[in-house]
């Protein structure tokens, strides 16, 4: 149902690789709500093909951008100002890659260079995407900044990797550009941090149904879907989110809150008290 809450607004939406994508929902929902906006994307993900369907679907143009490559984040504003006839009143970072993630590597065993892309491609992105904007003065006055981010930052997920330093920096540099940005501009940057979602990111992490599962049956609410987590940055996106800035928003049915839940008191623990003596004699 649409309450044409971001009517007139023109944006930037990062990171739809296929229609499980947490952007893609977002692009969906800001197409309902009367926004006109930009796809965009890295090479790679051009290549596979599925945005280009969202594009048709919302209406939308296509432009290529590495988010860790300034370069292309300039053409980027540059481009979406000219095509959408005026300056960006919000953005979606929805971007998240680990090497080390990806090859399966120990947290005890990294590569310092794939550590160095992670951070780089999941949270520095964010600097170079609000530095950018600010240096073309790409942003009209309230606009809105969204990035999005995981627990991890805060509490230790043992096989999310250095995906939870990124997180944490991610997090970080959302406050520290707030602030300049609020100062400057009026713009307003957060996070929020969303459950465990079932897309390609969110699987690509080891141990990832027992993360989505235990979650689920942590939450009161139970785990937030990706079209719920678009609702919400829809409303962060809109007018009537104006004075919400530099916070890191828990999207996660009450997660982040809790300690134990019935449930899990219930269906999980069958534990005798004796797994770390069990552990140390194995
Ligand atoms: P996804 O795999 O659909 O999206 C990740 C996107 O990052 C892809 O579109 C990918 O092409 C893009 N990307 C990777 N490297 C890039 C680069 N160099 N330049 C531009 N784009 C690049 O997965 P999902 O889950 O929708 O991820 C979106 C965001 O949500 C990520 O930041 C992720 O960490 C975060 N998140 C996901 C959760 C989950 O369980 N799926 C939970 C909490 C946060």
Same mark, same amino acid.
């Given at each position: 149902?649409?309450?044409?809450?971001?009517?007139?607004?023109? /944006?930037?939406?990062?990171?739809?690789?296929?229609?499980?994508?947490?952007?893609? &929902?977002?692009?969906?929902?800001?197409?309902?709500?009367?926004?006109?906006?930009?796809?965009?994307?890295?090479?790679?993900?051009?290549?596979?093909?599925?945005?280009?369907?969202?594009?048709?679907?919302?209406?939308?143009?296509?432009?290529? $951008?590495?988010?860790?490559?300034?370069?292309?984040?300039?053409?980027?504003?540059?481009?979406?100002?000219?095509?959408?006839?005026?300056?960006?009143?919000?953005?979606?970072?929805?971007?998240?890659?680990?090497?080390?993630?990806?090859?399966?590597?120990?947290?005890?065993?990294?590569?310092?260079?794939?550590?160095?892309?992670?951070?780089?491609?999941?949270?520095?992105?964010?600097?170079?995407?609000?530095?950018?904007?600010?240096?073309?003065?790409?942003?009209?006055?309230?606009?809105?900044?969204?990035?999005?981010?995981?627990?991890?930052?805060?509490?230790?997920?043992?096989?999310?990797?250095?995906?939870?330093?990124?997180?944490?920096?991610?997090?970080?540099? $959302?406050?520290?550009?707030?602030?300049?940005?609020?100062?400057?501009?009026?713009?307003?940057?957060?996070?929020?941090?969303?459950?465990?979602?079932?897309?390609?990111?969110?699987? /690509?992490? /080891?141990?990832?149904?027992?993360?989505?599962?235990?979650?689920?049956?942590?939450?009161?609410?139970?785990?937030?879907?990706?079209?719920?987590?678009?609702?919400?940055?829809?409303?962060?996106?809109?007018?009537?989110?104006?004075?919400?800035?530099?916070?890191?928003?828990?999207?996660?049915?009450?997660?982040?809150?809790?300690?134990?839940?019935? &449930?899990?008191?219930?269906?999980?623990?069958?534990?005798?008290?004796?797994?770390?003596?069990?552990?140390?004699?194995?």
């Amino acid at each position: 149902m649409s309450h044409n809450l971001l009517k007139g607004k023109r /944006g930037i939406i990062f990171g739809a690789l296929d229609e499980n994508s947490i952007a893609w &929902k977002v692009a969906e929902r800001a197409k309902e709500e009367g926004a006109k906006f930009v796809l965009t994307n890295a090479p790679v993900a051009l290549r596979k093909g599925d945005i280009f369907r969202l594009a048709e679907k919302t209406g939308s143009e296509v432009i290529s $951008a590495d988010v860790t490559q300034v370069d292309d984040l300039e053409n980027l504003f540059q481009e979406s100002m000219r095509l959408l006839g005026g300056k960006i009143d919000f953005i979606l970072h929805s971007v998240g890659m680990s090497p080390n993630v990806r090859k399966g590597l120990h947290y005890t065993e990294l590569d310092y260079n794939y550590m160095m892309k992670t951070l780089d491609v999941s949270a520095i992105s964010l600097h170079k995407v609000l530095q950018t904007a600010l240096h073309l003065d790409a942003m009209n006055e309230w606009g809105s900044v969204v990035a999005l981010s995981y627990i991890a930052a805060q509490r230790t997920f043992s096989s999310y990797s250095d995906m939870a330093q990124a997180k944490a920096m991610l997090e970080s540099i $959302a406050r520290s550009f707030g602030y300049h940005y609020g100062k400057r501009k009026k713009v307003r940057v957060n996070t929020v941090s969303q459950s465990p979602t079932i897309t390609t990111a969110g699987q /690509g992490v /080891g141990g990832f149904n027992a993360f989505y599962t235990y979650a689920n049956c942590m939450s009161p609410l139970g785990n937030a879907s990706s079209a719920q987590c678009a609702d919400y940055c829809i409303t962060l996106f809109s007018d009537l989110t104006k004075m919400v800035t530099m916070q890191n928003l828990f999207h996660d049915g009450g997660y982040s809150t809790m300690g134990i839940s019935d &449930k899990l008191i219930e269906d999980c623990f069958v534990c005798q008290g004796d797994c770390h003596e069990k552990t140390k004699h194995d």
